[in-house]
T-cell receptor
Framework: NAGVTQTPKFQVLKTGQSMTLQCAQD?????MYWYRQDPGMGLRLIYY???????DKGEVPNGYNVSRLNKREFSLRLESAAPSQTSVYFC???????????FGSGTRLTVV | QKEVEQDPGPLSVPEGAIVSLNCTYS??????FMWYRQYSRKGPELLMY????GNKEDGRFTAQVDKSSKYISLFIRDSQPSDSATYLC???????????FGKGTMLLVSP
């Protein structure tokens, strides 16, 4: 099925460990986004990439890095995980002139 | 004032009821207004898209925008248990900017 694919779906990390969340879209979309969703906080933008080769900070970028590997793939890296990064992470994409975002199914990350 | 505000609910209604979900915003530059539906443990999915003020209807769903009062509504007619989800409003300015999401309203439709 066409859409946004996120891996892994679940992950448990120990404090201080690192990991990369992967996201790929097969809709030829230019823009890609990483959000985190926490109870009572809603969806908050971490980083986004308006087009291949560019990345920009969102509302809550601290503790994260991103890489727009190519047009299809946009990864999110946690260099030294902290319990405050326990969350559900969503990747989304959007085509030029497109209405709204297409979201992936999310990655549930727990940092202990 | 938060840029986008929604009552978190939950809003509980019986099957067949008319549901009204609301959202207020503070940025007068917003011109595009979206509603997303998010089922438990799933990603949000685009439900309705409206440009500027006015109404837009799609089946049992009607989106209404009043830019003068900065108020957005989503109406669901003949609500079904399958409508039980969290509904997120997301207004956007011009120039293809990033979306700002409300925190969402949880809707529970009982059979």
């Amino acid at each position: 099925n066409a859409g946004v694919t996120q891996t892994p779906k679940f992950q448990v990390l120990k404090t201080g460990q690192s990991m990369t969340l992967q996201c790929a879209q097969d809709m030829n979309h230019n823009s890609m986004y990483w959000y985190r969703q926490d109870p009572g906080m809603g969806l908050r933008l971490i980083y986004y990439s308006a087009s291949e080769g560019t990345t920009d900070k969102g509302e809550v970028p601290n503790g994260y890095n991103v890489s727009r590997l190519n047009k299809r793939e946009f990864s999110l890296r946690l260099e030294s995980a902290a319990p405050s990064q326990t969350s559900v992470y969503f990747c989304a994409s959007r085509g030029t002139g497109g209405y709204g975002y297409t979201f992936g199914s999310g990655t549930r990350l727990t940092v202990v | 004032q938060k840029e986008v505000e929604q009552d978190p609910g939950p809003l509980s209604v019986p099957e067949g009821a008319i549901v009204s979900l609301n959202c207020t915003y503070s940025n007068s530059a917003f011109q595009y207004f979206m509603w997303y539906r998010q089922y438990s443990r799933k990603g949000p999915e685009l439900l309705m898209y409206t440009y500027s003020s006015g109404n837009k209807e799609d089946g049992r769903f009607t989106a209404q925008v009043d830019k003068s009062s900065k108020y957005i509504s989503l109406f669901i007619r003949d609500s079904q248990p399958s409508d039980s989800a969290t509904y997120l409003c997301a207004p956007e300015g011009s120039g293809y900017s990033t979306l700002t999401f409300g925190k969402g309203t949880m809707l529970l439709v009982s059979p």
